[in-house]
Nanobody, 118 residues
Framework: QVQIVESGGGLVQPGGSLRLSCTVS????????MEWHRQAPGKLRELVAEITRGGDPNYADYVKGRATISRDITQNTVSVYLQMNSLKPEDTALYYCAVVQYGGARSWGQGTQVTVSS
């Protein structure tokens, strides 16, 4: 079992930046991948970025060049961050942190709202 807490969402103007944070505690040894997903109203949830156990990042095409995923590891927690720049109104969504464990089980955070609007 893992516990996931997200923060950092909010209202930002187009062209602005946000940094989302996700802190994970619990059975950390079994984590394979950490991900950020998003879901806009009326749309399917989609992967934004991921970082592997080895620290390799991957990004969806629509955020490449605008997003950076990073990770901090302590003895009791793992934190993953998503820095997003040059935000667009179409980036408005509920952003979820997800943890993938060996065996494929995925655990989700509660989500943090990002709204891009002038």
């Amino acid at each position: 079992q893992v516990q996931i807490v997200e923060s950092g969402g909010g209202l930002v103007q187009p062209g602005g930046s946000l940094r989302l944070s996700c802190t994970v505690s619990g059975r950390l040894f079994n984590i394979y991948n950490m991900e950020w997903h998003r879901q806009a109203p009326g749309k399917l949830r989609e992967l934004v970025a991921e970082i592997t156990r080895g620290g390799d990042p991957n990004y969806a095409d629509y955020v490449k060049g605008r997003a950076t995923i990073s990770r901090d590891i302590t003895q009791n927690t793992v934190s993953v961050y998503l820095q997003m720049n040059s935000l667009k109104p179409e980036d408005t969504a509920l952003y979820y942190c997800a943890v993938v464990q060996y065996g494929g089980a995925r655990s989700w955070g509660q989500g943090t709202q990002v709204t891009v609007s002038s």
